[in-house]
C-alpha cells in the first residue's frame, strides 16, 4: 500500500484551502490597524492580520477614494509638527499676516493628503469660528444632499441646476431656494450628526447656516456665537477630508457632491493661482466674500497636488492675501514638506 504522509495529503488540499482563503470577506482584513505601501499612483492597503488576506489597491487618482471606514483616521488626530512649523513660517513671512493670526482676523487649516491614509493636518485658530460668507454654503449642499438620500424631495433637473449654481456660481438665490427645501432646522441637524460632527459646540462650533441668502423665511442663530453663516477653519478641512474619502451621506452621494463642486466658474482668490500653477487640477472648491470678510477652501487633486485648504480672513485686502498665501502654501506641499 502507498504510503501518504501528512505534509503531502495537505499539500494536495493547498489548492482548495488558498480558494477558501481567497473568498473570505475583505472585511475580516480590517479589524486590525492598517498599514499602506505607496508606489507610484496606487496605495496597496494591508491588513496586519491575518497574514492570508488578500491586498487591496487604493486608485488615489480618482474621488471618491476607495477604503474601508476602519481604514479612515479621525481629522482630530491628525496634527502634524512638521506641517505645523512650516505653516507658521509660511504666515512669519509677512508681519501683517502675524498680527492677524494672533488676533485671530486670520484663520488657516491645511491638509496634505499626498500619502492619504497616512494625511497630516495643520492650522493656525483652527476652532475659531468666524462669519463665513458664501463659504457655508457647502453646508446647504450636504444637507441637500441628505434631504435628497432621505426622500424628503425629488433630485429634478431644477434642484441639480441650483445645487450647481450655488456653489460654482455662489448664486444667493440658487442658495436660498435650496435652504427653503432643506429647512433651516434640518441644515442645523446634519452639521450636529455625530456621524460629521461638522459643527462641534464642546470645541468652537464650526460650519453653520442659520438664514437664507436672501428674502425673510426665520433665523436660527449658531449656538455659540449667533452668526447665521459661520465656518471655522478645522470644520471645513473635515467637510473635504471626509468627502474625499465618500464619507459624506454615501460614497455616491459624495461622488455627487465632487461633481458639484469642481471646476468653479469664479476663478479669483485660490482659483487664480491654480489656474497658473496647476492647471489640470482638478479643484473642487467653495469661496466667499462679504465687506472685509474673504474665505475660500478647496480640495486640491493631480498627481503632484493632494491637499486641502481652507482660509477665513477678516482684513480688506483679503483677496490679496488669499492670493499670497494660496501659492506659498502650494509651494510648500508640492516640495512635500
Avoid at 480618482?62 to 506641517?83: H, I, K, Q, R
Avoid at 468666524?130 to 457647502?138: E, G, N
Avoid at 449654481?165 to 429647512?183: E, F, L, P, V, W
Avoid at 447665521?228 to 468627502?243: G, N, P
Amino acid at each position: 500500500m502507498q504510503k501518504v504522509t501528512v505534509f503531502s495529503f495537505l499539500f494536495s488540499l493547498s489548492p482548495v484551502l488558498i480558494g477558501y482563503f481567497l473568498t473570505l470577506s475583505p472585511w475580516i482584513s480590517v479589524d486590525s490597524a492598517p498599514t499602506t505601501i505607496t508606489t507610484g499612483d496606487t496605495t496597496t492597503i494591508a491588513a496586519s492580520f491575518p497574514s492570508f488576506a488578500p491586498f487591496a489597491t487604493l486608485d488615489i487618482n480618482t474621488l471618491p477614494l476607495n477604503v474601508p471606514a476602519t481604514a479612515v483616521s479621525n481629522l482630530e488626530d491628525l496634527y502634524d509638527d512638521g506641517l505645523q512649523a512650516k505653516l507658521e513660517a509660511i504666515v512669519s513671512t509677512n508681519s501683517h499676516w502675524k498680527a492677524l493670526s494672533k488676533n485671530k482676523m486670520l484663520n488657516i487649516g491645511i491638509v496634505d493628503m499626498s500619502d492619504p491614509l497616512h494625511a497630516r493636518f495643520a492650522a493656525i485658530n483652527s476652532n475659531n469660528m468666524v462669519y463665513a460668507a458664501s463659504l457655508p454654503k457647502i453646508a446647504v449642499l450636504l444637507a441637500s444632499q441628505e434631504a435628497l438620500e432621505q426622500g424628503k424631495f425629488k433630485e429634478t433637473p431644477e434642484i441639480k441646476a441650483d445645487m450647481r449654481m450655488m456653489i460654482a456660481k455662489s448664486s444667493n438665490s440658487a442658495a436660498t431656494r435650496m435652504i427653503d427645501r432643506c429647512g433651516l432646522k434640518l441644515i442645523g441637524q446634519v452639521m450636529q450628526d455625530p456621524k460629521y460632527n461638522l459643527y462641534d459646540q464642546q470645541h468652537g462650533g464650526g460650519l453653520w447656516v442659520g438664514k437664507a441668502y436672501g428674502g425673510s423665511n426665520g433665523r436660527i442663530g449658531d449656538p455659540i456665537k449667533n452668526l447665521s453663516h459661520a465656518a471655522s477653519v478645522m470644520q471645513v478641512c473635515k467637510y473635504y477630508y471626509k468627502l474625499a474619502f465618500g464619507q459624506l451621506v454615501s460614497p455616491e452621494r459624495s461622488k455627487d457632491m465632487l461633481n458639484i463642486l469642481v471646476d468653479p466658474e469664479l476663478h479669483h482668490k485660490f482659483v487664480s493661482v491654480l489656474d497658473r500653477v496647476a492647471p489640470e487640477a482638478k479643484v473642487y472648491r467653495k469661496s466667499g466674500t462679504w465687506s472685509t470678510w474673504h474665505t475660500d477652501s478647496a480640495l486640491v487633486w493631480d498627481a503632484d497636488r493632494k491637499y486641502i485648504v481652507v482660509v477665513l480672513a477678516e482684513d480688506a485686502g483679503g483677496e490679496t492675501m488669499l492670493r499670497e498665501l494660496m501659492l506659498k502654501i502650494d509651494t510648500a506641499l508640492v516640495a512635500k514638506g
